[in-house]
T-cell receptor, first 112, second 113 residues
Framework: SQKIEQNSEALNIQEGKTATLTCNYT??????LQWYRQDPGRGPVFLLL?????KEKRKERLKVTFDTTLKQSLFHITASQPADSATYLC???????????FGKGTSLLVTP | EAQVTQNPRYLITVTGKKLTVTCSQN?????MSWYRQDPGLGLRQIYY???????DKGDVPEGYKVSRKEKRNFPLILESPSPNQTSLYFC????????????FGQGTRLTVV
């Protein structure tokens, strides 16, 4: 069956450091992968999209890599700030190409 | 402003009393979807729709109904709510043709007692 796995353990890091979150998937051949941020009780908000033919994508302090051989994406936040504390979700399109399937998310806590 | 609007934000109801959660989007998106989110289980898809009058089941459709009579609206109907449907619900929409991001509503926190 199709699975998307993200670290279930919360990630605690110190302000200024780089946070790295992992998304692994099985039984998918996604054309693209997305990362979302979710604050408690609120809807997910889109951050970045990376296509299968792209190895890396950047947006300000965010960087995403996509390795279709390893079936893995890494999400980096450089120079992290307490305001980056949230849950981060990765999402893949289903085989139909229409819907999005989400991982359970990794909680990030950035302490001053 | 591009947005997905859900109502109500909070709802407490009793077992068996039919309810509807509304969802509306103003971006002319073809695709709309409902998710529920529970601790430790992440976002699970309930139903989705690829266009008007086209709906399909997601991973956890039991106990729910949807309709898509207009492109902008996608209501979620619980005909006979039960306590195991207590959850945080999100509506989302996206374009189909371009593989772009999904836009989510603010969420509806439903408690069934």
């Amino acid at each position: 069956s199709q699975k998307i796995e993200q670290n279930s353990e919360a990630l605690n890091i110190q302000e200024g450091k780089t946070a790295t979150l992992t998304c692994n998937y099985t039984n998918y051949s996604p054309a693209y992968l997305q990362w979302y941020r979710q604050d408690p009780g609120r809807g997910p908000v889109f951050l970045l999209l990376i296509r299968e033919n792209e190895k890396e994508k950047r947006k300000e302090r965010l960087k995403v890599t996509f390795d279709t051989t390893l079936k893995q994406s890494l999400f980096h936040i450089t120079a992290s700030q307490p305001a980056d504390s949230a849950t981060y979700l990765c999402a893949l399109d289903l085989d139909s190409g229409y819907a999005l399937n989400f991982g359970k998310g990794t909680s990030l806590l950035v302490t001053p | 402003e591009a947005q997905v609007t859900q109502n109500p934000r909070y709802l407490i109801t009793v077992t068996g009393k039919k309810l509807t959660v509304t969802c509306s989007q103003n971006m002319n998106h073809e695709y709309m979807s409902w998710y529920r989110q529970d601790p430790g289980l992440g976002l699970r898809q309930i139903y989705y729709s690829m266009n008007v009058e086209v709906t399909d089941k997601g991973d956890v459709p039991e106990g729910y109904k949807v309709s898509r009579k207009e492109k902008r609206n996608f209501p979620l109907i619980l005909e006979s709510p039960s306590p195991n449907q207590t959850s945080l619900y999100f509506c989302a929409s996206k374009k189909i043709r371009d593989r772009t991001e999904a836009f989510f509503g603010q969420g509806t926190r439903l408690t069934v007692v």
